[in-house]
């Protein structure tokens, strides 16, 4: 369940912060925030129920909830960019060009954190990782 749940949240994460970037790269004077996108940044919430399925099944598989691992550390720096974002988008002083360039942010850190760490192959979620061979 956590790990069908974290791919799904990544994945919406990801559509919606590619929305972002598109419009910051089109418009860059008369900003129109797409309600897409922010539908699809705003499954931040399903995001959070993936991190909390996954420190309960952490508890069970390794004996406690948090281990700073470095998966567990970006994912946590995401959820607060996604946090942020969506404070900038209920505040009306900063909708707009604000938490456009808040979810291109949160772009960047979602490659960081699903594709980078998983490539590293340190701690606990070093599973995804793969070993260079030199002949």
Not at 9 to 22: F, N, R, T
Not at 45 to 53: K, R, T, V, W, Y
Not at 81 to 95: D, E, G, M, P, W
Request: hydrophobic share 50%.
């Amino acid at each position: 369940m956590h790990v069908s749940m974290m791919i799904l949240s990544y994945a919406a994460l990801l559509c919606g912060s590619l929305l972002s970037v598109a419009l910051l790269v089109i418009t860059f004077r008369n900003i129109f925030y797409s309600s897409k996108s922010n539908n699809l940044l705003k499954l931040n919430e399903s995001f959070s129920f993936g991190i909390l399925s996954g420190a309960v099944w952490a508890n069970e598989a390794w004996g406690s909830y948090w281990s700073w691992d470095p998966k567990e550390t970006w994912a946590f720096i995401t959820w607060i960019v996604f946090a942020i974002y969506l404070h900038t988008r209920t505040n009306k002083n900063l909708q707009g060009a604000n938490s456009a360039i808040v979810a291109t942010l949160g772009f960047l850190i979602i490659w960081i954190c699903y594709f980078g760490v998983n490539l590293l192959g340190i701690g606990l979620h070093s599973y995804g990782s793969f070993t260079l061979t030199y002949s």
